[in-house]
């Protein structure tokens, strides 16, 4: 080859690695720039994962709208009324207070946070298994006396774990260097490696190596259930501080009505005293019992608003702002159906423990602490690894030529003898305990679960009774009121007994909405002891409660041989 041939070589040899560095320096540059993300950025695409898991996982358990979110309501009730923009004085219904107390409540958010960092911990064990890149850019400069020299380079590698517990890792480096003293031009050296490792003894196989990941799938079905259990039992307590609200205040009602009455009764024995056609006695009395119910209303008042911000504490509102709750709740409460509930409890029972969502959790812990018993196990084997390593290193200045006799490749296995694994035998040995703890645990839910059972059943029927004994109770003693004056006009009956009649009307009354209260209270504890409560846009709601299947048909008796099909005596042949 001629020296002009051998110069036009070097010259495009030279462009060639000029080119290469280019590229491999651009590729590295621009994934650095892509890897990069704002603060904001990350927090978004971290919760656009874990609402896409929630919500699945909502959906695939059929637990209601799946939409889930951590994010505060900024037009929430509390806010405007913060910012003044509402007035509080609108009366609220049960519905409204349910969204009230989901959006100010601490605790709500609280479980709302939990059930996000499983579904977080869940992004991670994935992202465990997936391929993952890295990569970084140096820069340097060094020298002695007056001799300087410049570098610089990037890597780029990828890295992916599998099932079997093998694991490949591969990189591609460039570097640059120059000598800043002779003013010489960048010399450029490339690089690639691979290593794969695989485990033969201990840690092989999907069942031990993916545990954390199954671990990580299960949690978050669990704190989904949580959640979802957390909100009916939430639901279910806002709706019983609210009924007994609506109760108090309808106690101040009725002493409210019970003063009126006998303020006027004691104005009226006040004038026929005067008249001389009355006894002191009597007007004594009218009156005593006025100055009674009239100190009896302040105090019913001041519990009520006492009562009331200890409520809007409850909801997470300002205590200054007004509280008004909605009075037709009461009266459609009075109108639901007193028919009695027919459920077998055996019935109700295989339900419940079929559908509970905290009890479906412990039974499933069970399985859990199985698979942490092989694992555990798994743990106390030898360790055998094989490697694999492969590396190749271009020529001083030429980094496109990455020749495989300029590479360096080797195969090792390294064996770890089991000659001491207490830490090991000391985890395995807890794992069969807490094997037995979740084993005792599932027992102990499934009694506590018959036992509310049983409770809430003999609780429904018994307020349902007292519901209609009070209704009862109320009717006569209006009667009686009724029947009292009539006679108090006719001279047949004095003031004590019309006092003694408005006074067992006004602990009839307080009595019968108690009683309704309680019996729907009881109703609401059957459904969510069953799993049948419900809290949607239209507030509590229940499914139908099961009904026995029934029997199957019985089979027809098989037919007489002499009667056969296809025999001769066959009826119609």
Not at 227 to 233: A, G, K, L, P, S
Not at 328 to 357: P, S
């Amino acid at each position: 080859m001629s020296r002009l041939d051998t110069g036009t070589t070097v010259a495009r040899n030279s462009g060639l690695c000029r080119s290469f560095a280019r590229l491999v320096a651009l590729a590295l540059v621009f994934q650095w720039f892509a890897a990069c993300k704002s603060a904001g950025e990350h927090r978004r695409d971290a919760d656009r994962a874990v609402y896409e898991l929630v919500e699945a996982r909502r959906a695939e358990l059929h637990l209601g709208d799946p939409r889930f979110s951590i994010e505060p309501d900024p037009n929430s009730l509390r806010q405007k009324l913060l910012r003044g923009e509402a007035s509080g004085t609108e009366p609220i219904s049960l519905v409204e207070t349910l969204a009230i107390a989901a959006e100010n409540s601490r605790e709500y958010q609280r479980q709302k946070e939990e059930l996000y960092l499983a579904a977080l911990d869940l992004t991670l064990e994935r992202w465990n298994f997936a391929i993952q890149k890295n990569g970084s850019l140096s820069a340097a400069m060094f020298g002695v006396g007056d001799q300087a020299v410049a570098e610089g380079g990037g890597s780029f590698g990828l890295s992916k774990l599998f099932g079997t517990g093998a694991k490949i890792v591969g990189d591609i480096g460039l570097g640059l260097t120059r000598s800043l003293s002779r003013s010489d031009g960048w010399n450029p050296i490339a690089d690639i490696g691979l290593t794969i490792t695989q485990p033969l003894l201990r840690g092989f196989g999907e069942d031990i190596v993916k545990e954390p990941l199954t671990q990580a799938e299960r949690d978050l079905v669990y704190a989904v259930r949580s959640f979802e259990r957390f909100r009916r039992t939430f639901a279910f307590d806002v709706a019983e501080r609210y009924y007994e609200q609506l109760q108090r205040l309808d106690a101040v009602k009725n002493q409210e009505a019970n003063f009126k009455n006998l303020k006027e009764l004691s104005d009226r024995n006040a004038e026929l005293t005067k008249a001389g056609r009355l006894s002191d006695i009597e007007a004594g009395q009218a009156r005593q019992n006025e100055l009674r119910s009239g100190n009896q209303l302040l105090e019913a008042r001041e519990g009520l608003e006492f009562n009331n911000d200890q409520f809007k504490l409850f909801l997470g509102l300002p205590t200054k702002s007004p509280l008004v709750l909605d009075p037709g709740e009461l009266v459609e409460l009075a109108h639901q159906d007193l028919g009695a509930i027919e459920l077998d409890e055996d019935l109700a029972t295989a339900f419940a423990l079929a559908h509970r969502l905290d009890h479906l959790n412990t039974v499933d812990a069970q399985d859990d602490a199985k698979r942490k018993v092989a694992v555990a196990k798994d743990r106390l084997r030898a360790e055998l690894t094989p490697t694999l390593r492969y590396a190749s290193v271009n020529s001083d200045g030429e980094p496109a030529d990455l020749r495989f006799d300029n590479s360096v490749w080797s195969v090792e296995a390294e064996l770890k003898l089991p000659f001491d694994r207490l830490p090991e035998r000391n985890a395995y040995r807890q794992s069969l305990i807490a094997l037995d703890v979740a084993v005792r645990e599932a027992d102990r839910s499934a009694d506590e679960i018959r036992a509310e059972l049983r409770d809430s059943l003999r609780r429904i029927d018994t307020r349902r009774e007292g519901w209609e004994i009070q209704l009862v109770a109320v009717a006569l003693a209006e009667r009686r009121i009724e029947s009292t004056q009539l006679s108090l006009e006719a001279g047949r009956a004095s003031t004590r007994d019309l006092l003694e009649a408005q006074e067992s009307l006004l602990s009839a009354q307080n009595a019968a909405t108690s009683a309704l209260i309680d019996y729907t209270l009881a109703k609401l504890g059957l459904y969510l002891d069953m799993e049948l409560l419900r809290v949607d846009e239209r507030g509590v709601t229940a499914d139908e409660l099961p009904v026995a299947e029934a029997p199957a048909p019985e089979a027809p008796a098989p037919p007489d041989e002499a009667n056969a099909p296809g025999d001769a005596n066959e009826p119609g042949r």
